[in-house]
C-alpha cells in the first residue's frame, strides 16, 4: 500500500489506466469473491482477511484496489447492480419505474445482504446504481416535471421498493435463524401474544385481516399489489380528471 493515502474517488481510481504489469487482482475479482462469501454468510463475514483468504493474495495485496470495508462494500454493490436489467426506452414512465421495482425486489431477493448495507454503502453512488436511478427519472422526466418533483416521484417509487423488501428478508432471516421453512411456524409461535390482542377487543379491523385474509404467504402479490397502489397514487395526483 503506498505511503501517502489515494483521496480520489474509488470509482476515479478504478477508470484510471492499469499499472504494468498486469495485476493478478482485479476489481471484478474483488467484487466476485466478496459477494460470493456474502451470499453464503451474510455481510459480516466479508472482511479484509477473508477476502484476501478467499483470493489467495497476501492480506495486503487488495488495498491496491481498495483502501478499506467502504470501497469494498461500493464494489459488491456495484457488482450486483449490474444484474439488473433496466427496462427499455419505448417503456412508459409507469411501465419502466413498474419494472425498475420488481427487479429490484429480485436483486435484493437474491442478494440478502443488500438490506443490511451500513448508512455508508446505502448513500454509496456507483456506476451502476446510478445507471438505475438515471434510467427511472429520465422515464419521469418524460411527463414535464420540474427536478425537484421528478426526484420527489422516482425517491417514493424506490423508497416503498426497498422498505417492503426489507421487510420480506427480515422475515426471512428470522425464519432462517430459528430453523423454520414456512411462515405458518411464524404465525404459530406469535399465537399467544396474537390471541391475547386480538380478544381486546381494541383491534377489530386487524382482527379482520388476520382471520380473512389470505395472502399472508404471497409476498410477491403484496409487494406487487402495494406497488400498484403507489403508482396510481403518483398518476392521479400528476393526471387529475
Not at 427487479?103 to 431477493?109: G, I
Amino acid at each position: 500500500m503506498a505511503d501517502q493515502k489515494d483521496e480520489a474517488p474509488l470509482w476515479e481510481r478504478l477508470e484510471r489506466p492499469a499499472p504494468a504489469p498486469r495485476q493478478t487482482l482485479s476489481p471484478q475479482r474483488i467484487a466476485t469473491v466478496a459477494v460470493a462469501v456474502a451470499d453464503a454468510e451474510g455481510l459480516d463475514a466479508v472482511t479484509m482477511r477473508r477476502l484476501a483468504t478467499e483470493l489467495g493474495v497476501a492480506p495486503m495485496a487488495a488495498y491496491r484496489h481498495v483502501s478499506g470495508k467502504d470501497d469494498l462494500l461500493e464494489l459488491m454493490v456495484d457488482h450486483v447492480y449490474r444484474e439488473l436489467e433496466l427496462p427499455g426506452d419505448t417503456a412508459g414512465w409507469r411501465e419502466a419505474l413498474r419494472a425498475i421495482a420488481v427487479r429490484t425486489r429480485e436483486l435484493m431477493l437474491s442478494h440478502l445482504w443488500l438490506a443490511q448495507l451500513p448508512p455508508s454503502a446505502v448513500l454509496a453512488l456507483t456506476p451502476s446504481r446510478t445507471a438505475v436511478s438515471e434510467r427511472a427519472l429520465r422515464a419521469v422526466s418524460e411527463l414535464g416535471l420540474d427536478a425537484d418533483t421528478m426526484m420527489a416521484v422516482a425517491t417514493t417509487v424506490n423508497s416503498y421498493t426497498h422498505g417492503v423488501t426489507s421487510a420480506e428478508i427480515a422475515m426471512r432471516q428470522l425464519m432462517a435463524g430459528q430453523g423454520w421453512s414456512d411462515e405458518r411456524q411464524v404465525y404459530t409461535s406469535l399465537a399467544p401474544q396474537l390471541r391475547y390482542l386480538l380478544d381486546t377487543g381494541r383491534y377489530p379491523t386487524f382482527r379482520r385481516y388476520i382471520y380473512e385474509g389470505a395472502r399472508k404467504n404471497d409476498p410477491a402479490w403484496q409487494f406487487e399489489t402495494g406497488l400498484d397502489y403507489v403508482l396510481d397514487g403518483i398518476a392521479s395526483r400528476l393526471f387529475p380528471e
